[in-house]
């Protein structure tokens, strides 16, 4: 007995499961990136600490703003 001639659901549960688990990991995703990128451009420091000259050495910043 073949079960070729029994169709079969393209929209079975498993499938529709994974689709619903790939799209909420993809949202998870965008709203957590969406959210840094958010939180980079509210904050402006006004500035930063520097390390001193000579412990800093080649890697110093060119000019603190402090």
């Known amino acids: 007995?073949?079960?070729a001639h029994i169709p079969?659901?393209?929209w079975s549960g498993a499938r529709l499961f994974?689709?619903?688990t790939s799209g909420l990991i993809l949202v998870i995703f965008i709203?957590?990136?969406w959210h840094l990128v958010?939180?980079?451009l509210a904050?402006?420091?006004?500035?930063a600490l520097a390390l001193p000259q000579d412990i800093a050495g080649p890697l110093a910043a060119a000019k603190p703003s402090c």
């Open 1 to 3: 007995m073949s079960l």
């Open 18 to 20: 994974a689709l619903a």
């Open 38 to 40: 958010a939180i980079s």
């Open 31 to 33: 709203a957590a990136n």
């Open 8 to 10: 079969r659901r393209f």
């Open 43 to 47: 904050s402006h420091p006004d500035c």
